[in-house]
């Protein structure tokens, strides 16, 4: 099986950094892209940055300038570094891994980890 463990949040003041990990775990040949997912407070889950297995990041407009993913394709993690952040920041960081191949030849669609607390106080 496949897990994807997240780290890195945790409790910070405005314009302050944090930088979160997610690790994926298992018999796994590739992931094709992988990706932060910003659930705030009463709200639906949505896209912060993802990238490619070749390194291509996108990211939401909001975010933009001052958050940076990154991944290290041969320990299958993924990053983001998060600079400048702001109250609107907080919420449940989840890391998701897409097009997972595994050395036994099965494939998933994706994967997510069980997400990680971004608190961001005024």
């Known amino acids: 099986q496949v897990q994807l463990v997240e780290s890195g949040g945790g409790l910070v003041q405005a314009g302050g950094s944090l930088r979160l990990s997610c690790a994926a775990s298992?018999?796994?040949?590739?992931?094709?892209?992988m990706g932060w997912y910003q659930q705030a407070p009463g709200k639906q889950r949505e896209l912060v940055a993802v990238?490619?297995?070749?390194?291509?990041?996108n990211y939401a407009d909001s975010v933009k300038g001052r958050f940076t993913i990154s991944r290290d394709n041969a320990k299958n993690t993924v990053y983001m570094q998060m600079n400048s952040l702001r109250p609107e920041d907080t919420g449940v960081y989840y890391c998701?891994?897409?097009?997972?191949?595994?050395?036994?030849?099965?494939?998933?669609?994706?994967?997510w980890g069980q997400g990680t607390q971004v608190t961001v106080s005024s």
């Open positions: 990238i490619t297995s070749g390194g291509r990041p």
């Open positions: 998701k891994a897409d097009g997972v191949s595994l050395f036994d030849g099965r494939w998933y669609l994706d994967y």
């Open positions: 298992g018999s796994i040949r590739s992931i094709n892209n």
